[in-house]
């Protein structure tokens, strides 16, 4: 007997929230913050601000790391959501796709709501790199090196930055470290006129040495940073290179949580509507060169929609190292200084807590579609370790054509 034809149903980005970023380390401001303990103020805050959602109604709960052990393991997903309160009926499940993380709890929870699994979700990530520094406890196969099945360079990020430079010596240290000044400024700029602190939610922390505290901003970040400031930054990745420390993300703790749901019940539910998902992608690039990750990774998800590059009013993209974003910025014939690009600064400035990263990139493309309705469709996209890329387009509900096209898209 044939199945009935099911219809694809709307996912909606309904609300989005996380930590401040803090610096990795025994100095860091969560050295003694367990990570679990991030993602958990996340989901309560969730809570807190949506209070029209019933928690039963939320219905599983993704949450990533890269390093799952320690306070980062025990199928996190599943720990967060008893430990935030949710009912006992409320399963969770954990995620790895290293930065990517966050961003594939949001594709693979919003590929539920989408068939009918689901109707309310909590994705999100977290990420304590001073608690597990990036590869703890790792044994990769000897294969993969014996074979040469990757060039040695790949199991160290900041020596794939240095080979994109070397694939397009067009992208200089210099463009490099402009790009980095200008992240800081748009951040700094961001603070001041209060964009970024909705989104943060406030940690208590302690130290055995400074007693009690509240975070309540971003730790990374060094406004006023100049182009003479990072010229003098050594490279530790090469004799002689193009990357640094200060045209590169840093090694940061933090987490993010946000809600997903049909378009249904978030009418339904009197749940906001800040972004509907319009496609998705993941792509696979030469593990050396994982920074150009999300260019054939955007390819994918715009041919997927229907679109084209020129249709991208606003694009959130992961700051790794500012070379993987000239990468692509260059592919795109898109100008450095775009005003589209990273509005409000980027991991250069913020930080960049591996698998908490996704949904941060979100959540900032939800500001740019509430304060500019003329733009209708936005790009978040990252590189991911070990030669990959993943982008998401979102339409903004605040556009006169919002929802209008959905044929094209089905065609597609």
Same mark, same amino acid.
């Given at each position: ?78 720990m967060a959501a008893l430990l935030s309160g949710l009912p ?112 943060l939610v406030p940690v208590a922390t302690r130290s055995g ?23 003098? *930054? ?34 339904e539910l009197g749940l906001p509507v800040r972004m509907r ?29 229907? *679109? ?105």
């Amino acid at each position: 007997m044939p199945s009935p034809a099911r219809q694809i149903r709307d996912v909606v980005f309904v609300d989005g929230v996380r930590t401040p970023f803090g610096k990795a380390g025994p100095k860091g401001m969560y050295a003694e913050t367990r990570a679990d303990d991030l993602v958990i103020k996340c989901i309560r805050e969730l809570l807190r601000r949506n209070p029209s959602l019933p928690p039963e109604r939320i219905e599983d709960v993704a949450v990533a790391a890269t390093t799952q052990i320690g306070d980062q393991g025990l199928t996190i997903g599943r720990m967060a959501a008893l430990l935030s309160g949710l009912p006992a009926s409320v399963p969770g499940f954990a995620v790895d796709r290293m930065c990517a993380g966050a961003m594939t709890s949001v594709t693979t929870t919003a590929a539920g709501i989408g068939v009918g699994a689901y109707d309310v979700v909590v994705a999100g990530g977290v990420e304590h790199m001073g608690h597990h520094p990036m590869g703890e406890g790792v044994d990769p196969n000897p294969r993969i090196l014996a074979e040469r099945l990757v060039d040695p360079s790949a199991l160290v990020m900041g020596s794939t930055a240095e080979n994109l430079h070397d694939r397009f010596p067009h992208l200089t240290r210099e463009r490099a470290d402009a790009y980095a000044v200008e992240s800081q400024a748009k951040l700094a700029k961001a603070y001041a006129d209060g964009v970024i602190q909705h989104d943060l939610v406030p940690v208590a922390t302690r130290s055995g040495d400074r007693g009690w505290g509240l975070a309540t901003a971003d730790e990374p970040p060094r406004p006023g940073t100049t182009l003479e400031d990072l010229a003098g *930054l050594k490279t530790p990745f090469r004799p002689h290179g193009r990357v640094t420390a200060g045209n590169s993300a840093g090694l940061n703790d933090g987490a993010t949580a946000c809600l997903l749901a049909s378009a249904e019940a978030a009418d339904e539910l009197g749940l906001p509507v800040r972004m509907r998902l319009v496609s998705y992608a993941f792509a696979g690039v030469e593990p050396e060169f994982m920074g150009v990750g999300p260019v054939p990774a955007t390819d994918k998800a715009l041919a997927k929609a229907g *679109l084209s590059i020129d249709d991208i009013g606003a694009f959130e993209i992961n700051e790794a190292f500012a070379v993987q974003v000239l990468a692509f910025l260059d592919h795109h014939g898109i100008a450095d200084d775009d005003p589209r690009v990273n509005p409000y600064g980027g991991a250069i400035a913020l930080g960049h807590p591996l698998a908490a990263s996704g949904v941060r990139l979100m959540t900032q493309l939800s500001r740019t579609f509430e304060a500019r309705p003329e733009v209708r469709y936005g790009l978040t996209t990252m590189c991911v370790g070990i030669g990959m890329g993943g982008s998401v387009i979102w339409e903004n509900p605040h556009h006169p054509d919002f929802g209008q096209n959905r044929d094209q898209e089905d065609a597609a």
